[in-house]
């Protein structure tokens, strides 16, 4: 059996406009640990997952990212204390899916940066 050239997804790029704008939001607003930054670039870790905001170089990157689905274990509460500190959500916490006795939940934001990621949650029911 052949193995796997992929073994997992070890950084996700970031776009970002103000870099210090952003280096706030992630840090202070969503409370992800800061690795290290540069003049261009800040790195953040996420549970084994690599976040890297970053300044473009050329236009054609100068876009929204992907979206990211950021795993929280109470959606609803997550989802308030992130209000109270003024994150902008474009919908309220609600089941996108459910598969037996489990709930996934969801609830999406904009960074500073105006790309959109989510909270997500699997809630046993």
Known sequence: META??????????PVKDLSRALEFYKEKLGLS???ETDSMAFFECSGLRLMLSLSEKN??????SVIYFQVTNIKETYERLVDKKVIFIDQP??????????TWMVFFKDTEDN???LMSEVQV
């Open 5 to 14: 050239m992929i073994q997992k997804v070890g950084q996700i790029g970031i």
């Open 94 to 103: 609600h089941v996108v899916a459910k598969l037996g006795q489990t709930e």
């Open 34 to 36: 800061l690795l290290f």
């Open 60 to 65: 054609e990157f100068a876009h929204s990212s």
């Open 116 to 118: 959109t990621h989510a």
